[in-house]
């Protein structure tokens, strides 16, 4: 049990926030020409998501002195992001020590929030941290460091303008609003490069109320006396049985394709700083040799969410058991596979993500330009793998990429920090990647605005005329 916290000790801390940040201000002047367009104020950047990777965007670009900028969510003011949406294991699947969102600054670790709220002799018995307790610290930095997000705020298209900036189309509050920038960063977690999926067994079969994706709001309570299929085999699968079980199910059956669960999780191999900050730097050939070992390794769920379910003498699991015919009748789903068929009173989908360009709005405008991995790399036959094919081949800096040179030049404008960019820089738009990829994206960012406006600044140079010495003051 958590000591209870004290707002002294965290009051403490954010003094101590604002002195490291003050010490590492050099240099501190705004640079970005500031603009206009039809009396509309023209944003340097928008950033599409205010979860842990929006905000930690926003104060690498605001410590670079981009400051002209703008967050949007689509969640009420506190749920960004999936921590009290949708992910339901207890806690974190990284170990605490993990660092991101501080970006460096000690006072700003979760190890310091975690301290001034609950003690060190708290932070020394925690294993993991719970994933309330990561999203009020995520809120605590956002706070802290100044970040305004514009909740209640959906994007809905982004469209390019004719004088190379884009307009970015959005319901704010129930009202429509158009949004001038120059850059648009998509921070839009492991959905925002495509889509999560129900197979068409499922849906073609089951009435809507009867079933629901692991990235859904799901009443739990109301499964209590129930029987209870879960589809899949991943972290998230097991994390819903998990919910269903502890809500006092009668009955909860796994039902997985393979004949066994993957035991290695190359996520905890590729947590060294060499492959997070430079896997971007190698030739796509390494990349996709790379990637094509991690994909198929397929992630294991983490042990306690293993032995969550496994402890439940009303949980089953059925190995090397896909699904032949999913059927509704008499109010019941029946579920027909090697073993035979067994009847439920609801059905979870973990059955993961589809990428899907088309599928996103905020993309749908330009999405057959968008260069994918199978357009610009043709594996061996023996490295095939056409999942990889389809993700969008980004930049160095998470840009999109063209299809065609030359027909979509706006796209180097628009950065994908989601899980689009797993096999282009190896970053999941996860915690672990999060210190490595947000120096990335912002330093392309930044070099690009500079870069755009180099003549404005030489034209600054050749006029500025400040006096540092007046000789004829001795």
């Known amino acids: 049990m958590l000591t209870p916290p004290t707002n002294s000790g965290l009051a403490e801390l954010e003094q101590r926030v604002r002195f490291e940040l003050d010490c590492l201000g050099y240099p501190a002047r705004p640079w970005t020409v500031a603009g206009t367009r039809d009396g509309m104020v023209v944003h340097d950047v928008i950033i599409v998501g205010g979860g842990q990777s929006g905000i930690s ?31 339901r294991m207890h806690s974190l699947r990284t170990p605490k020590i993990v660092t991101g969102p501080d970006l460096g600054i000690p006072s700003l670790s979760a190890r310091a929030w975690w301290q001034a709220r609950f003690g060190e002799q708290s932070w020394q018995g925690l294993n993991r941290i719970p994933r309330e307790e990561w999203q009020s610290y995520l809120l605590w930095v956002r706070k802290t460091v100044g970040i305004d997000v514009s909740s209640e705020a959906e994007v809905t298209d982004i469209e390019p303008l004719d004088d190379g900036l884009l307009a970015v189309h959005a319901t704010v509050g129930g009202v429509s609003q158009r949004l001038l920038t120059r850059k648009v960063v998509l921070a839009t977690g492991i959905e925002g490069c495509g889509r999560w999926v129900v197979p068409s067994a499922i849906t073609q079969a089951l009435p809507r109320k009867s079933y629901a994706h692991t990235s859904e709001p799901i009443d739990f309570p109301a499964l209590a006396g129930k029987t209870v299929a879960v589809i899949g085999a991943g972290a998230s699968a097991f994390d819903n049985a998990a919910m269903a079980l502890e809500s006092g199910a009668a009955a909860v059956q796994l039902f997985v394709r393979r004949k066994r669960l993957p035991t290695v999780n190359p996520n905890r191999w590729m947590e060294f700083a060499g492959f997070l900050r430079h896997f971007g730097d190698l030739d796509d050939a390494r990349k996709w040799r790379f990637m094509k070992i991690i994909f198929d390794m397929n992630q294991p769920p983490p042990q306690e969410t293993f032995d969550r379910c496994a402890r439940h003498g009303n949980f089953s699991m059925r190995l090397g058991c896909p699904l032949a015919r999913v059927e509704f009748k008499d109010q019941k789903i029946l579920l027909t596979a090697s073993q035979g068929t067994e009847a439920f009173d609801f059905l979870i989908a973990g059955t993961g993500f589809a990428v899907d360009l088309a599928a996103r709005p905020e993309l749908a405008r330009f999405h057959d330009r968008i260069a994918r991995w199978s357009d610009r790399y043709s594996p061996a036959d023996d490295e095939q793998h056409p999942q990889l094919g389809s993700y969008p081949y980004l930049s160095p800096s998470f840009q999109f990429t063209e299809k065609v040179a030359g027909s979509a030049p706006f796209l180097t404008d628009i950065f994908s920090y989601t899980f689009a960019a797993m096999p282009s820089l190896a970053c999941s738009a996860g915690i672990s990647a999060l210190k490595f990829g947000v120096d990335r994206i912002a330093g392309g960012i930044g070099r690009a605005l500079f870069v755009e406006d180099a003549d404005t600044h030489l034209q600054s140079l050749r006029d500025y005329d400040e006096q540092e010495l007046d000789p004829g003051n001795n």
């Open 57 to 87: 965007i926003a104060f690498r670009l605001l410590r670079e002195r981009i400051t002209n900028l703008r967050v949007l969510d689509r969640n009420p003011e506190g749920l960004e992001g999936p921590w009290l949406a949708f992910a």
